[in-house]
Nanobody
């Protein structure tokens, strides 16, 4: 069982920045490719970005490309999502989960069991 915990969300003005963290104490996160997802009220959950276990292969949704950066620190058992130039449309509940990188997409793998609590990102003036 892989249980992930998200943190780092908050309230920020348009153009501001946040860094989200995804970690686990029950498993070695270095064994997994990890993706970030988000869901806003009334919208479907969408994949935002993912990073392979090596850290050198990444993928981004077109809506965040050039603004968000995903990275991992396996020594700290943590995957990060650096979010810059935030827009109101980035407002959502953000989750992380084990995935596979397939072309331009990040898809859930059999290691996935359930979503965590997520972390809320709100972009507003």
């Amino acid at each position: 069982q892989l249980q992930l915990v998200e943190s780092g969300g908050g309230l920020v003005q348009p153009g501001g920045s946040l860094r989200l963290s995804c970690t686990t104490s029950g498993s070695n996160l270095a064994h997994y490719t990890i993706g970030w997802f988000r869901q806003a009220p009334g919208k479907e959950r969408e994949a935002v970005s993912c990073v392979a276990f090596s850290g050198d292969i990444t993928n981004y949704a077109d809506s965040v490309k050039g603004r968000f950066t995903i990275a991992r620190d396996n020594a700290k058992n943590t995957v990060y999502l650096q979010m810059n130039s935030l827009k109101p449309e980035d407002t959502a509940l953000y989750y992380c989960a084990p995935v596979a990188i397939v072309g331009r997409t990040c898809v859930l793998t059999t290691a996935f069991r359930s979503w965590g609590q997520g972390t809320q990102v709100t972009v507003s003036s």
